[in-house]
């Protein structure tokens, strides 16, 4: 069987969980299956691997017409596969195409919904528009949707209810726990700006919209003065968003000491040192369906703090392997909570609680690293999209 994996992330270029859990699910799956991942980008020297740049004559155009040249490009070498395998909108129209060209099965991952994701029109334009449709058009011809989470799986069924209930199967993200594990160098923490002796709240993720980041800052305001605030924060999704962020941060810089702002990506080693020398992992996301920071985190040995949205109160045992904080939404498909204050407050408060108590706080990561360790294995995930590939090309 071969399976063709379409993604727009892959190895060297990966911004966020989607190509995380693409790199892998792709390193699982090879132990005893043939894949063939295509990728947008630059070429690759990792066998079995194709690289598409967008076309020359839409390298002006809008970045989702654009996103359609690589797709039609993507299809059209997906001959001779058994099955393909698309992740976010961006590759979804390439599975959709192949499916209809080559008259194979079509499965898609669902990272994220576009209905779910309305600031993407500040980016896009009138081609969120055009995300849009492909999202939906790729969904509800699907042979196989993959939510990655329970929490993901009613979204996407409220997103696109002509979907059929039964072709929709939730296998969640995982994590490496050889790549992520705690790993302690104190000179290297206070190289990147961290104090290993002082308590220290952690924050990692794109500054975009989903993510909260404007509500963790505030919260920041509340926490006693000793505790830092470690920020590591890319990747702004549009000029306004990060000059939001921007203000903010220098507002909270100016009111305490020991907010440190890490705007680079950070490679795996420093990341895990940032995150060994921290305290708590904080997700404050509006809209997050599983949340692979989260488990990076608990594989480091970090409780963590998260919004009650979405997949995350299928990660975090509250009270267990950290704090999950209430929130209510608006039901527009921003996520925005009804009482942002509120909001605030109450991420606030349960940060406060555990930083303030280091003993449960590192009891509290024990317990996340044991969790990774038992439900969010690779190994696991990979036999399970297995078993769906087999299924669709059996009945093929």
């Not at 799986?153 to 199967?169: F, H």
């Not at 190289?191 to 505030?218: C, N, S, W």
């Not at 305001?221 to 000059?243: H, N, S, Y």
């Not at 280091?358 to 294995?377: I, N, Y």
């Amino acid at each position: 069987m071969r399976v063709d994996l379409l993604t727009r992330e892959y190895p060297p270029d990966i911004y966020g969980g989607a190509g995380v859990h693409v790199t892998e699910l792709v390193r699982a799956l090879r132990a005893d299956t043939e894949v063939v991942v295509r990728a947008f980008g630059e070429p690759r020297d990792e066998p079995d691997t194709a690289s598409y740049r967008v076309p020359a004559e839409l390298r002006e155009a809008n970045g989702a017409i654009a996103t359609l040249g690589v797709d039609l490009q993507m299809a059209q070498d997906c001959g001779g596969a058994d099955i393909v395998h698309s992740h976010t909108w961006y590759a979804n129209g390439a599975g959709h195409l192949a499916k209809l060209l080559h008259g194979v099965p079509h499965v898609v991952t669902a990272h994220s919904l576009e209905p779910l994701r309305p600031w993407k029109a500040e980016q896009l334009g009138g081609g969120y528009r055009v995300s849009s449709w492909i999202e939906k058009t790729a969904f509800e011809a699907a042979d196989t949707v993959i939510a990655v989470s329970d929490g993901m799986r009613r979204d996407i069924l409220a997103s696109y209810p002509a979907l059929d209930p039964t072709k929709v199967v939730t296998i969640y993200n995982g994590i490496d726990l050889e790549r992520w594990q705690p790993l302690r160098d104190d000179d290297r923490a206070r190289a990147l700006g961290i104090d290993p002796e002082r308590p220290a709240v952690i924050f990692v993720g794109r500054i975009t919209r989903q993510k909260g980041l404007p509500y963790l800052l505030r919260a920041a305001r509340m926490l006693p003065p000793e505790v830092q605030v470690i920020l590591c924060a890319g990747a702004p999704d549009t000029p306004e968003i990060l000059a939001e962020v921007t203000g903010l941060v220098e507002q909270l810089q100016s009111e305490r000491d020991g907010v440190v702002w890490i705007d680079r990506l950070l490679p795996n080693d420093e990341l895990r040192i940032a995150l060994t020398a921290s305290t708590v992992f904080v997700c404050p996301s509006i809209y997050e369906p599983l949340g692979i920071v989260n488990l990076e985190a608990m594989a480091c040995g970090l409780p963590v703090v998260g919004t009650a949205t979405g997949g995350i109160p299928e990660v975090i045992v509250d009270g267990v392997t950290g704090r999950l904080v209430p929130i209510q939404q608006l039901q527009d498909g921003t996520g925005t909570p009804t009482d942002p204050d509120a909001f605030v407050a109450d991420l606030a408060a349960a940060l406060t609680e555990v930083v303030s108590d280091p003993a449960r706080a590192a009891e509290m990561g024990r317990a996340g690293r044991e969790r990774a360790e038992t439900s969010f294995s690779w190994a696991a995930i990979a036999e399970q999209t297995l078993d769906v590939y087999r299924s669709l090309v059996s009945r093929h």
